[in-house]
């Protein structure tokens, strides 16, 4: 708008701009002041919590491209921080306020969320059912579980404003393959701090193996060569869905690879083999197949060159990655899968929990089948049933709820089908491939919290990027179309 007494254009988004960083600022002061009341011995917890979070805020208000990557950037190196400082004063808690940092990160990409142009109605339908979901298992879960829902409702209603964000933010093709070489760059930075942690097992790591209570299970010993290694992550699972949702478009593209190329492309796929996740790997082979089946001849024969040159070079240097033989036998478990103990311990696990499906069709509430449980009153009696996805979605939001998850899913899927089909191009087939290697994922976790929804959200949102003129294009043909019948 024009000030009539000087003539100069006052743009509304500047001015909101001008006052969210000042805001934010005393928003957490206010948080810094109630939290030093509630714990006055964590003021170094806080200063580090607020050294993490306020750039994002400053960074939201500056309207900076640099925004996304340092979320991303929190996101994988957070929880090592926070282990560290837990070793350093001696003490463990499931969850402290250095946990929230990422999602508090995250939570930044509101005002420039709100303050884009709306979405079109092809997106906005499916983001509506999404939240609805959320919104829905909140209620539910407030009555039941109190804290604990509101914690999964963050946990749950941040990730998806990364798609949010890149589906709204109006940018070339350009920066949106800088967004993804970045993305890469911080998976080396993971993969490379999780061959340390493979090979010397850090003392903050040890005590963290220690104290969490997994030192005896499924992560291994708090020994060099004897743990599945995590990295700068919470667990092996999120490290791997980290590292498989990056290492993708660096396989099936050359301009995605950056500045480490196939370095970097080896640096991920032997830490990816080193996790043990054998369902990243599975979703890693997933999201290859969507990609290279819908883009077009020419990015199809790299692809699968690049699949290939990958595929090569693991097996010439999978004899000298150190503890190869542990890796070898997790490969070789594919060929008698039913007989593996993990297997089979999901496999009862989806039996035993079936019943309460049954038992409350409408649904447990947010709060239930998490970590989130532990803030409850009690305890939570569905605590573990995280590792299938599908049945966390129907016990947590029930029968409706999860209809309308997978609605909104299925949603955004046909969007970025139809602009397939018109573009055929690179990055609407790197959302299909998101969707795909989500859907496949949630079979073996709950993937829509947390870091590994983040990144689901990413691949998701780039497939939208750039193709708001595409969408109204083919509306466009679709109503002259239907006209014309």
Partial sequence: MKDVTSGAVVDASSVLSAIVAPIAVLL????????????PDGAYELLIFIVQVLPAFILAGSKSKRLLPYILTIWAVAPEIRRVYDWSVGTYHPVTILSLAPLACTAALIYPVVASPGLSNKIKRPMTMVYAALAYGLIMGLFTHGAAALYDAINYGIPPLVALFLMLKATTPEETDRTIRTFGLIACGVSAYAWIQYITCPAWDAFWLVNVGREAGSMGKPLPLELRPWSTLNSPGPCAAFLS???????????????????????????????GVRSSWLTLVAMLVVYIGLSNTKSRVWSAIGVAVTLGLLVLVLPYIPGHTSVANRIGTFSNISQDGSYQARAGLISSASWH???????????????????SEGGDDLAGISDNGYLVLVIVFGIPGAALVLYGLFGILQGAWRTQLWLRDKYSALCLAGIGGLLVDLSSGNQLLGVVATTFWLLIGVGYVGK????????????????NS
């Fill in 28 to 39: 957490i002061g206010i948080g810094v002041l109630f939290y030093g009341i509630y714990k």
């Fill in 245 to 275: 949702a990056a290492l993708l478009p660096m396989i099936v593209n050359r301009k995605w690879r950056g500045l480490t190329s196939w370095a970097g492309v080896m640096l991920i796929s032997t830490a990816l083999l080193i996790t």
């Fill in 357 to 375: 499906i049954f038992d409350k069709p409408a649904g447990a509430g947010m709060g239930a089948g998490s970590r989130a449980g532990e803030l």
């Fill in 468 to 483: 708001s003129s595409a969408m109204t294009q083919i509306s466009a043909t679709e109503n002259t179309d239907n006209s």
